[in-house]
């Protein structure tokens, strides 16, 4: 299963291609090998309930790494099915209320996540001393965990159709003690049919700032002083995807990257890039 595709989505960041307008970076950056999210999917148990004709609640708990793999080897098996579940990897459990008001356009998420695995301290050993320093074993802690909150708001037309706008904007946090992004926001715009005669079309514009643990920048300073900390990320993306028809469409997308890495150590990036899809 991939948590991504039911839990923290966002209609118009379905529109973007750069993966924190998806799976956020603060979930992503603070589990073990990104958690249960495209490409890797883990064995887990989904539920969802209907409260009212406005508000559902999910849940659901995955393995804790789905590359069964510390290091971050994908391909521990030929096959790529890991049997491994629980143990020192932990479980990744995440649940989510939405809430979706009659005749509003307006939409809310709200939700949590934990691990249950053991993540060492961002700066500390395991006797209260900097690492950098003594060299000793971080400090472990028993578990990890997060919350989020998103709105979305259709400003013009219908799903699906054209003239059709929506915005968001999400945020998340988590411990800076254990994770290496204390917080992230992300916001975007989706416009359906934007130019005439282009009525399938869907142009999207998005912005993302990723904020470093200040406990990973006090490692860093201590580790390497003629280095620049980590301070954040941030990404500006723009993208048009061009339906040519039912089975094929391109996308052309321009990314802007500050401080690749999270820090001034690499030159700004641009990314250019065209994707394109073919459904048979």
Excluded at 132 to 151: D, K, P, Q, T, V
Aim: glycine share 12%.
């Amino acid at each position: 299963m991939l948590a991504d595709e039911e839990f923290t989505g966002t209609e118009a960041g379905g529109a973007l291609i750069n993966s924190a307008f998806g799976w956020p970076a603060f979930i992503s950056a603070n589990t073990l090998n990104t958690g249960p999210a495209f490409f890797v999917a883990a064995p887990g148990v989904r539920v969802e309930q209907t409260l009212s004709d406005s508000t559902t609640v999910r849940a659901g708990i995955f393995d804790g790494d789905s590359f069964d793999s510390p290091s971050g080897d994908a391909s521990v098996t030929r096959h790529g099915l890991h049997y491994r579940v629980g143990g020192s990897q932990g479980w990744f459990g995440l649940g989510e209320v939405a809430f979706a008001p009659a005749n509003s356009p307006a939409r809310f998420k709200a939700g949590a996540w934990i691990h249950t695995a053991k993540f060492a301290d961002m700066r500390d050993d395991q006797f209260g001393g900097r690492i950098a320093a003594s060299g000793r074993a971080a400090r472990l802690h028993e578990r990890n965990y997060g919350a989020y909150g998103i709105a979305e708001r259709t400003l013009a037309g219908k799903s699906g159709e054209a003239g059709f706008v929506t915005a968001y904007a999400r945020a998340g946090i988590s411990p800076k003690d254990r994770n290496s992004i204390g917080w992230a926001v992300d916001s975007g715009l989706a416009c359906t049919g934007l130019f005439p005669g282009r009525a399938a079309d869907v142009t999207a514009f998005g912005v993302v700032h990723a904020s470093f643990s200040p406990r990973l920048a006090a490692f860093a300073r201590v580790d390497d002083p003629s280095a620049p900390a980590p301070d954040f990320e941030q990404v500006f993306e723009i993208s048009h995807t061009a339906t040519l028809s039912e089975r094929f469409s391109v996308q052309p997308d321009v990314q802007f990257v500050r401080h690749p890495g999270g820090s001034t150590a690499l030159s700004d990036a641009f990314v250019i890039q065209l994707r394109v899809k073919a459904s048979f």
